[in-house]
């Protein structure tokens, strides 16, 4: 076949060619389907078949494709100027936004702490500086992540990454040093405990050993958290959970740090899930989302921590780019004006309720769990071992593609499907996406 550079005559077969010849295995991809054209929660091919994406780029699309305000704002800062370096000059967009994520932070009851902070291209890299940023300020070297975790492919993200196969696994012996895993609880998979006090007391005690044992308190920079597990299959903690481990936290001066790069813009039901639980993070790290399909990252947090750090110690060339900084407050704007935390908690009653129905008469649905619009399937072989069954996960992405819908696997064991539905989908778009689900969900 001849190979055309024409960007908009390449047919589907010729970008999947190209692909399997110049990109990298060790860049997978979750479907075949290639797109030419995106609007709202639809994409289509070079070959102009439709498709219903329930995907949303990974969650960074809880506004939709191409939301016309979005698109416009971008368009509107295109016009003025590009890229100029934090670095080296200030700029409007970046101080702003700046200034709406510090009007916007999760603060508990009574608590006025100011806050501060710092853009990135990407969520590893956001996760790389409140690494550092808790290291210095606490002049502590050790960082505490959980098990079944992910926050990244960068060293010291994916350091901090605790669900080890594929995107950690083959860089086992070069990690960075310093970084403890411990557990996680995970309801359907929990070590002990049948209610979710129990559960959460369990593996509290479990963090508090941990503290009595190996990891000496005033060794510990920071507890790293996502609110709920994205990757790890939205595994759901019990909100004491995290509401203890938070106390604790702050009872040893440990930075406290929430990663709601997937969690966070509304996704499920408050701007923040750590909303839910009443805690007020330290740090919190968002992205994805955050520039509605444009690169940009934040670490935002208290004053403080930052004002521990030299000048020269953060930044990067491109980092908080006008361009993902006017899509950033844009996103803030329109997730307020439209109530789209609402519009979450409303379409996760739907998916709940639809995969719930599922489970009555798909056996292969071990369980239905999520927050919010973040909504998930577990598939097993067996719902009494609870065996996984990710070759029914892959077999379900794949023919769900074949009748147009975009779905992607997560969890520990990649047996779960999870739904991460643009926020401003239509009702009868969900439903159409339903449907195709239940059709292909026994594989
Ligand atoms: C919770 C969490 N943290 C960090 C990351 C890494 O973000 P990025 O892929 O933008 O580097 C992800 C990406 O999926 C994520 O879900």
Not at 175 to 183: I, M
Not at 266 to 285: K, N, Q, S, W, Y
Not at 417 to 435: F, K, M, N, S
Request: with cysteine; net charge neutral.
């Amino acid at each position: 076949m001849t190979l055309t550079r024409t960007r908009d005559s390449i047919s589907s077969e010729e970008a999947r060619t190209l692909r399997e010849r110049f990109v990298p295995k060790g860049l997978s991809v979750g479907t075949p389907i290639v797109v030419a054209r995106a609007s709202g929660a639809e994409v289509w091919d070079p070959e102009g078949k439709r498709y219903l994406d329930f995907v949303a780029g990974i969650g960074a699309l809880n506004l939709g494709h191409q939301h016309p305000e979005i698109v416009a704002a971008v368009r509107e800062q295109l016009e003025k100027y590009g890229h100029v370096s934090a670095q080296v000059v200030t700029y409007e967009p970046y101080v702003r936004l700046a200034q709406e994520l510090d009007r916007i932070y999760p603060r508990t009851e009574g608590r006025t702490n100011a806050t501060k902070s710092v853009f990135a291209n990407s969520g590893a890299e956001s996760v790389e500086n409140a690494m550092k940023i808790a290291r210095v300020a606490t002049g502590r070297e050790w960082i505490v992540a959980f098990q079944n975790s992910f926050h990244g492919r960068t060293y010291a993200a994916m350091t901090a990454t605790g669900k080890t196969k594929n995107s950690r696994m083959p860089f086992m012996r070069t990690t960075s040093p310093n970084v403890a895993h411990l557990p996680y609880p995970y309801p359907y998979r929990t070590l002990g405990g049948t209610d979710p006090e129990e559960i959460a007391d369990l593996y509290v005690r479990l963090f508090e050993q941990a503290l009595d044992t190996h990891l000496a308190p005033e060794h510990v920079a920071a507890v790293i958290v996502e609110p709920i597990q994205g990757e790890g299959g939205f595994v759901v903690p019990p909100q004491r959970f995290l509401k203890r481990i938070a106390a604790i936290c702050r009872r040893h001066d440990i930075v406290f740090i929430a990663d709601e790069i997937q969690t966070g813009m509304a996704r499920t039901g408050r701007m923040f899930a750590i909303e839910h639980a009443g805690v007020m993070p330290d740090l919190l790290i968002t992205s994805k989302s955050l520039g509605a399909g444009y690169p940009i990252g934040a670490v935002t947090g208290r004053a403080e921590l930052f004002d521990a750090l030299p000048p020269g110690s953060l930044g990067s060339t491109f980092g908080g780019h006008p361009i993902g900084c006017v899509a950033a407050l844009k996103t803030i704007e329109i997730i307020e004006r439209d109530g789209i935390a609402a519009r979450a908690t409303a379409i996760g009653e739907t998916l709940r309720a639809r995969f719930d129905a599922m489970a009555k008469t798909h056996p292969v649905i071990g369980e239905a769990r999520g927050l919010g619009a973040m909504q998930a399937i577990e598939l097993v072989q067996d719902r009494a071992t609870k065996k996984p069954a990710a070759q029914q996960v892959d077999a379900a992405i794949k023919r769900a593609a074949e009748r147009g819908l975009l779905l992607l696997r997560a969890g520990l064991y990649s047996n779960v499907i999870r739904t991460l539905v643009p926020l401003t989908i239509t009702d009868a778009q969900l439903e159409e996406g339903l449907d195709i689900m239940e059709e292909v969900i026994d594989g």
